[in-house]
């Protein structure tokens, strides 16, 4: 290998000592996940707006929200009040210089763990009291939040969700990568591969899965579950950057944690089989939307 793509795929492994929302920052603007994510959010709106009364000042939180790319859509479609929940301080404080810039005094942050706030029922009662100003919500998004929260627990935690925090109309939106794909030029087979060698687990995590065992519970007898899948690409003609989004998608170092030598072998994969040959990363990603108290067929 020539020595400036040793010193190339060495900036790989430094950037994933970023934070978060910055590797958010470059996902959100060199792939269409956001515009994915904003038209199947569109159209959970549009349900409500039809739901509800025209007047309805609509209620929304967004669990992980990091800087929020959807802020648009989210603050003009709910004046009822907007609270947007993540553990990055630093995140949160790009929203409040924009709230006060932008005089958009019905938006709220909240810093908080919702993985162990949301858990459990007499916290989740105070979280609704104490953040969210006792405010029953018609809308609440989890986009690419869940990843941090066991699968074991997240019937526990839309349970909780559907009976503390929900408002008798309400509509859930959440997005996650699929689990597995047989592409290894997807994000699920990149994670799976590797996390599977290094830890010897395999990704869980399925939102089609969750959609089936809410269907069986009596608690979400009356709603109306959706599932879809679509597929987002990124690509970026900058290494660093391209890798940041990589570390993002193995969460590191939030919940795996690498050595140097596995993310060497991790930014090397990366480099010749994706970067080098200007191949987009590709990720199939699963949609799942939960109408509560709406009495005709929902979209998604």
């Keep these: 290998m020539r020595s400036q793509d040793k010193k190339l795929i060495e900036r790989g492994i430094k950037v994933g000592d970023t934070k978060i929302f910055e590797q958010d920052k470059v996902w959100s603007r060199y792939s269409n996940d ?10 959970v709106i549009r349900v409500l707006n039809k739901a509800l009364p025209l007047t309805f000042p609509i209620t ?9 790319p959807q802020f648009r859509i989210l603050e003009t479609a709910c004046r009822g009040g907007l609270y947007l929940l993540d553990i990055e301080k630093d995140a949160l404080e790009i929203v409040k210089e924009r709230i006060a810039r932008q005089h ?3 938006v709220f942050t909240v810093l908080s763990d919702f993985d162990k706030m949301l858990l459990n029922a007499a916290q989740a009662r105070m979280f609704l009291k104490n953040r969210l100003h006792s ?9 690419h939040s869940l990843y941090y929260c066991n699968e ?28 597995c794909s047989d592409d290894p030029c997807t994000t699920s087979w990149i994670y799976d591969h590797f996390v599977g060698k290094y830890f010897g687990c395999k990704n869980r995590q399925d939102l089609f899965k969750l959609k089936d065992q809410l269907q ?10 959706f599932f879809k899948k679509n597929r987002v690409y990124f690509y970026v003609d900058d290494f660093e950057k391209f890798m940041s989004v990589i570390w ?25 089989r994706l970067w080098i040959k200007k191949k987009p990363l590709v990720q199939v990603q699963d949609h799942m939307v939960i109408y509560k108290g709406i ?6």
């Design 248 to 272: 993002m998608i193995m969460l590191y170092p939030n919940v795996h944690q690498y050595s140097l030598k596995e993310r060497e072998e991790i930014t090397e994969f990366v480099y010749k």
């Design 104 to 106: 958009t005094n019905h």
């Design 216 to 225: 069986r519970e009596t608690l979400f007898k009356k709603t109306q579950i």
């Design 152 to 179: 074991g627990k997240w019937g526990l935690f839309f349970n909780n969700l559907y009976r503390y925090i929900s408002a008798p109309v309400a509509a859930f939106h959440a997005v996650l990568m699929a689990p």
């Design 60 to 68: 929304a939180l967004s669990i992980g929200s990091s800087n929020e």
């Design 34 to 43: 956001k515009v994915n994510i904003g038209e199947e959010l569109a159209k």
């Design 135 to 143: 405010k029953k919500i018609n809308l609440i998004t989890l986009h």
């Design 295 to 300: 009495r005709f067929k929902g979209l998604i």
